[in-house]
């Protein structure tokens, strides 16, 4: 259980929602892409595949990640009815009437894992249910035994009743802990045969999405998210198990009447944390411990490090190297143990006895297994594990003739990728765990699961020459005095030694006993050399005592062993490097969704204190109305109760008029003064500088008085202003100032409030008028001071020039 909440998302319709749900879906193949290079998704029926057409059918933006690459796409089904692929209760059938017809080709085929169409009308569904496991072991166990698979992306819908892939509530198959596909006879939805994803399969999917949507929707929706008995729902269950890798793509139709908190954008998770590693690099990158997820709870931190790594490149080459999948010993250990989902036993009695073919096949298989042997494996030969004639084809592709038969078609010309297993030819199909160990107990021919332990590994002349193992003859042919640090493991310690081909004597400190027959240095296997935990490493001195070829540039390397003993160094701090950048990212998003989480819960807390205050709030505007208009009633008051209201509301009005910004009067009276007060400053600041008289007549300055038209308005403003605030007094909402109900109430509020404002004004305004009324006595006082002055300076000294008549005259 991951203990953190799924996304709910809410769209206005459904047309909003299949946008969103295309960018999710995109999201999660690129990342995928990136990760493995095929999207290994998990489709159902019902709705879904109609809302997923119109999301992935629509026309994209023409960018890369924008675009579905259907043809690296692998469609498995979350559950299928166990009708024939043409069937209309078949949800193959419905996927590929609403999308897979509809792919333009430009587009590519994507592989469709369809159930076997020979099984899929048995009376007993279990068969059917094994054969599509053994399908999904081919595509996601083919090199290890896994707990599990890890789909990239799995798409639900939900019933009415909660019930999600074909997992019905209260059905025991909800209990089941181990298989990963299950058949039921009795699903209360028609038809009743259906076979499905089981709940730990689902819940182990990278991500998980439903889509709901409509108002026959709401109803499951509220009790999945509102209610106690939702938890237990089998979509409920994937909501607690999946937790934050659940996401809800619903519209408001659906979501009409659940509380859980609701989210309008869809932010895509940043699934695409990892890496993304030049496909220069991965063509002969060895492994990348790929964590399967930052969402995997932490306690399947043990399963996790089952899950399928990185798949290895189809081709051969430097990249044909069977890579190591498990990062330490213990997982060496775990490697042996059959990790494949086990039936439970009573489960599985019903089931018919292991045919005797399957005992042959193991024969043929051991057969061709020493034919492979005996063969030298080519640079262009497939790798053992590749898929055999029975891996999964891709839509549109021929089938091969003897290991396939078409299925019916459905109206349509489309045939279905499942292969068709031919029991009598090579079969690599692993069956059922149950079954292999039985028949392992029969049969001492090795499982026939192509475990890599078990595989032949390429022989090491054809491997590629860059990664090839340095032969003793090359160990010497090395860069003039330019060795280079290799693993303990690569490097042969030995005395001096001249080499067989007398070009290069190793330097004795260097060398140990080991070299003294570098023949018999045990062959050096791939898993070492690229896994190899770094040991401590000491520079190969070679003294080269013939060169012939590397005399021109001592800074290349010296042969191709170098070559490769540099490229492990290279991806072995590649791979660190990518491993500390893929772990920083999934702290990242970790915090960040943690974060996010917080935000959400304050976010949504605080909402619900808004609409409970806005409740509050109401309550107490409506008794403090009906207090006032109970008090109107006395008949102390003079005015009723609907003039008193009409009376606040027209002073509401005028305060507004008044002060509207640049244009209300109040707003203009008090610009204007404050511009004449900045001039006054300014002549009062250039007085200070030059004391007394002593200025240039031409350059004194003089403090106008404001213009009366202002003085005027000033005054009009004062009446208004008070005329209003003694409107607002004879309220007798006032008389209810000290009530517990009125007093807190908006309507009291807003009434205090503009008659504070009110008094306020009234003071400012004759403040104004006494302030530019001093300013100007001030002034004629200090004009008829200078103009004394120099009268006596005229007595003293009679000027030739008498001073300018002051504009104080005319004012
Ligand atoms: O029977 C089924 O129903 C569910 C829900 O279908 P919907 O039409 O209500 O969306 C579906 O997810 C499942 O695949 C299908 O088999």
Not at 20 to 47: C, D, E, P, W
Not at 161 to 186: M, N, Y
Not at 640 to 665: K, M, N, P, W, Y
Request: net charge neutral; with cysteine.
């Amino acid at each position: 259980m991951s203990g953190a909440a799924p996304s709910l998302y809410s769209f206005p319709d459904v047309e909003s929602l299949a946008q969103q749900l295309r960018k999710y879906v995109l999201n999660h193949q690129n990342t995928a892409l990136n990760r493995h290079g095929s999207f290994r998704i998990a489709v159902s029926g019902g709705s879904l595949p109609h809302t997923l057409a119109k999301a992935l059918l629509a026309p994209g933006k023409g960018t890369a990640e924008d675009t579905p690459q259907f043809a690296k796409w692998e469609i498995f089904f979350a559950d299928e009815r166990a009708v024939a692929l043409d069937h209309p209760d078949s949800n193959y059938r419905l996927i590929k009437d609403e999308l897979l017809d509809k792919i333009p080709s430009s587009l590519g085929s994507p592989t469709v894992h369809t159930i076997d169409a020979d099984h899929a009308t048995d009376d007993d569904p279990t068969e059917l249910a094994d054969l599509y496991q053994d399908d999904l072991k081919r595509t996601f166990a083919a090199k290890d035994s896994i707990k599990f698979p890890v789909f990239d992306l799995i798409l639900l819908g939900v019933g009415p009743d909660g019930h999600t892939c074909s997992l019905f509530p209260g059905h025991p198959q909800l209990r089941e802990k181990d298989a990963w596909v299950v058949g039921i006879t009795d699903s209360p939805k028609p038809p009743p045969r259906r076979i499905t994803l089981t709940l730990p399969v689902v819940s182990h999917a990278i991500s998980i999405a439903f889509v709901a949507t409509g108002g026959g929707k709401k109803d499951i929706l509220r009790k999945i998210f509102d209610t106690e008995e939702g938890h237990d729902l089998p979509s409920g269950l994937v909501n607690a198990e999946g937790g934050d890798k659940v996401s809800w793509f619903s519209d408001d139709a659906a979501t009409e009447n659940v509380s859980f908190p609701k989210r309008a954008t869809c932010i895509p998770r940043p699934t695409n944390a990892c890496l993304i590693i030049p496909s220069a690099v991965t063509s002969f990158l060895p492994v990348l411990k790929m964590s399967t997820t930052h969402n995997d709870p932490p306690k399947r931190a043990e399963e996790r490090s089952r899950v399928p790594l990185r798949q290895p490149p189809r081709t051969t080459g430097i990249s044909s190297i069977p890579a190591p999948t498990f990062a330490n010993a213990d997982d060496v250990a775990n490697k042996r143990k059959s990790l494949l989902p086990q039936r439970n036993i009573s489960m599985r009695a019903r089931r018919t006895e292991q045919p005797q073919g399957q005992v042959n096949n193991r024969n043929i298989n051991e057969e061709d297994r020493k034919q492979l042997s005996s063969n030298t494996v080519s640079t262009t030969q497939k790798p053992a594990r590749d898929p055999t004639p029975l891996s999964s084809h891709r839509a549109g592709q021929p089938y091969p003739q003897d290991t396939m038969k078409k299925v019916p078609e459905a109206g349509r010309n489309v045939s279905t990728t499942r292969t068709k297993i031919d029991h009598g030819s090579l079969s690599m199909r692993p069956r059922s765990p149950l079954k292999s160990q039985q028949n392992d107990a029969k049969v001492s021919a090795p499982p026939v699961s192509p475990k890599k332990t078990q595989m032949q590994r390429p022989s090491r002349p054809t491997r590629s020459a860059s990664l090839r193992q340095p032969s003793a003859s090359r160990v010497g042919v090395s860069g003039e005095g330019k060795g280079h640090t290799r693993h303990r493991s690569q490097v042969l310690n030995s005395n001096t030694i001249t080499l067989s081909a007398g070009q290069a004597t190793r330097q004795p400190e260097k060398l140990g006993p080991a070299l003294l027959k570098p023949q018999q240095r045990p062959a050096f296997n791939t898993f070492q050399q690229h896994f190899s935990p770094k040991k401590e490493r000491e520079a190969v001195r070679l003294s080269v005592t013939e060169s012939n070829t590397r005399k021109a540039d001592s800074s290349i390397p010296a042969s191709r062993s170098d070559v490769a003993a540099l490229q492990t160094e290279f991806l072995q701090v590649y791979l660190l490097y990518s491993s500390s950048m893929q772990e920083d990212a999934e702290w990242r998003s970790m915090t960040e969704s943690k974060l996010r989480k917080r935000y959400n819960k304050v976010a949504s807390a605080y909402q619900g204190l808004l609409a409970e205050e806005k409740i509050a709030q109401r309550q107490q505007n409506l008794k403090a109305l009906h207090d006032w208009s109970v008090d109107c009633d006395n008949p102390a008051n003079r005015l009723d109760f609907a003039t008193q209201i009409q009376s606040l509301s027209q002073v509401i009005q005028e305060v507004a008029h008044l002060t509207e910004a640049d244009s209300g009067r109040y707003t203009l009276v008090i610009e204007a003064f404050e511009d004449w007060l900045a001039k006054l400053e300014n002549v009062r600041e250039s007085r200070r500088e030059i004391p007394g008289f002593d200025m240039d007549p031409d350059q004194v300055q003089f403090v106008y008085p404001m213009d009366r038209a202002w003085r005027d308005e000033v005054d009009a403003l004062t009446s208004k202003a008070e005329y209003c605030l003694r409107g607002l007094q004879n309220l007798a909402l006032f008389a209810l100032e000290n009530s517990q109900h009125a007093d807190s109430s908006a309507l009291m509020q807003i009434a205090r409030g503009h008659r504070d404002f009110l008094i306020l004004m009234v003071d400012e305004l004759k403040a104004m008028r006494e302030i530019e009324l001093e300013a100007v006595t001030l002034e004629k006082a200090w004009v008829s001071r200078a103009a004394d002055q120099l009268h006596t300076l005229e007595d003293e000294q009679p000027r030739q020039v008498k001073p300018r008549q002051g504009a104080w005259k005319s004012a």
